[in-house]
């Protein structure tokens, strides 16, 4: 298990998906020197969301 110290950086993508596919939201921790690469945390959408709805599942997200 990772621990918040031995991270350099962590990036969050958004993978906005067409109409037919989920919107994912993934956070994502490299370690110093970019040696290794931990996914954090991860969350999918289903179905079609109004970008109202997309936001405040981000913000969701980004709390947890």
Not at 35 to 57: D, F, I, N, Q, R
């Amino acid at each position: 298990k990772v621990r918040a110290y031995d991270l350099q950086s962590i990036h969050i993508g958004i993978d906005y998906g067409a109409s037919k596919s989920k919107t994912a939201f993934v956070a994502i921790g490299f370690t110093h020197g970019f040696k290794e690469m931990y996914v954090l945390k991860e969350k999918t959408l289903k179905g079609v969301k109004t970008p109202e709805e997309t936001y405040e599942s981000f913000l969701i997200f980004m709390k947890m």
